[in-house]
């Protein structure tokens, strides 16, 4: 990925780099074209997300339609919210 026009708000996401490499993340806000704010509700919480480059992150082919929605309607995207979404996938905290 290389465009933030590839991804979309509630989108999971895998981090390819840095310390939180190989973690699952749920894209909550769109910064520019080459940066997206990212949280998985337990190291990085929806109050305090991670702003990481497009570049550095590989897509799931899965969006939230749950975190899409609040998103849409500004309401608050809680950090259980999100940690439930990722858990549907199938990831658990020792995958995370």
């Given at each position: ?8 708000i509630?989108q ?12 699952v ?36 082919n ?11 309607s ?10 439930r979404?990722i858990e ?5 905290k020792?995958q995370?």
């Amino acid at each position: 990925m290389h465009s933030t026009r590839e991804v979309a708000i509630g989108q999971f996401v895998k981090s390819k780099a840095g310390r939180d490499k190989d973690r699952v993340f749920v894209v909550i806000d769109i910064i520019d074209e080459l940066y997206v704010l990212v949280a998985d509700g337990d190291l990085r919480k929806s109050e305090k997300p991670k702003k990481k480059k497009i570049k550095h992150l590989s897509k799931y082919n899965i969006v939230s339609e749950e975190i899409e929605k609040r998103y849409n309607s500004h309401k608050k995207i809680s950090n259980l919210m999100i940690r439930r979404e990722i858990e549907k996938l199938g990831f658990h905290k020792t995958q995370i």
